[in-house]
């Protein structure tokens, strides 16, 4: 079974509005930490948010927030008020505590940002 | 702080020749180190990690190797390479800790002819 899946191959938003990034994983792991990166065309991967499985609150960088729903195993990327350089590709990766050198990663979602 | 450097950033090799991509990690000790290829559009694909000098783990088999000859430094290589070897190869690295991501190189572009 695939640890992360990114549903959505491809996401259009409008300058300036708030965009939600799909993440699902699964673990029986009770101890985890999951990670988003954005990707842009020139290739390198940027390190965006983290949340770990024990955190009470939504994590949150500037423009970017994790909508974690623990029971549903989903951790959803909000990226508020999007920007022409927001355009990029951006993965959902997983930690488990059990196997702790793996990070599993999604296919990822390509975000265009529409003037 | 601490950097990684990869290269070449692009390589056009033909058909059945040797490989080599080095990269090398700056400013942390014992790092976790990890080699992942990248098809055009898609996900990242784990090839090899390291959690120590010599101790090399493969994770999709192939004609790729990989080794750590020292303690900040990890190597891909290949003895004959094949068409479907193109592609994007990131490097990165990581400590162990629950909290902490990994931190990726620039890449290699490889094409193959």
């Known amino acids: 079974a695939q ?15 708030a965009v939600t990034l799909d993440c699902t994983y699964d673990t029986s792991d009770p101890s985890y930490g999951l990670f988003w990166y954005k990707q842009p ?9 983290y949340q770990g499985s024990y955190d009470q609150q ?5 423009r970017y927030s994790l ?4 029971a549903r195993k989903s951790a959803n990327l909000v990226i508020s008020a999007s920007q ?32 | ?9 692009t390589l056009v090799q033909p058909v059945g020749s040797p490989l080599s991509l080095e990269c090398t990690v700056e400013g942390t000790s014992n790092p976790n180190l990890y080699w992942y290829r990248q098809a055009a559009g898609r996900g990242l694909q784990l090839l ?3 959690v120590g000098i010599g101790q090399i783990s493969s994770e999709v088999p192939q004609n790729l190797s990989a080794s750590r000859p020292q303690d900040r430094q990890f190597i ?16 990165a690295w990581s400590v162990r800790e629950r909290n902490q991501p990994q931190h990726f190189g620039d890449g290699t572009r490889l094409s193959i002819l």
């Open chain 1, 84 to 115: 022409l350089g927001d355009s990029a590709m951006y993965f959902c990766a997983m930690r488990e505590d059990q196997n702790f050198n793996k990070f599993y990663f999604g296919s990822g979602t390509k975000l265009n940002v529409k003037p």
């Open chain 1, 58 to 62: 939504n994590a949150t960088e500037g």
């Open chain 1, 67 to 70: 909508n974690f729903q623990k």
């Open chain 2, 1 to 9: 702080s601490q950097t990684i450097h990869q290269w070449p950033a």
């Open chain 2, 48 to 50: 090899f990690y390291s």
């Open chain 1, 3 to 17: 640890k992360i899946t990114q549903t959505q191959p491809g996401m259009f938003v409008q300058e300036k509005e």
């Open chain 2, 76 to 91: 891909l290589s290949s003895k004959k390479l094949l068409l479907s070897d193109s592609g994007f190869y990131l490097c």
């Open chain 1, 41 to 49: 065309s020139s290739g390198e991967m940027i390190f965006l948010i």
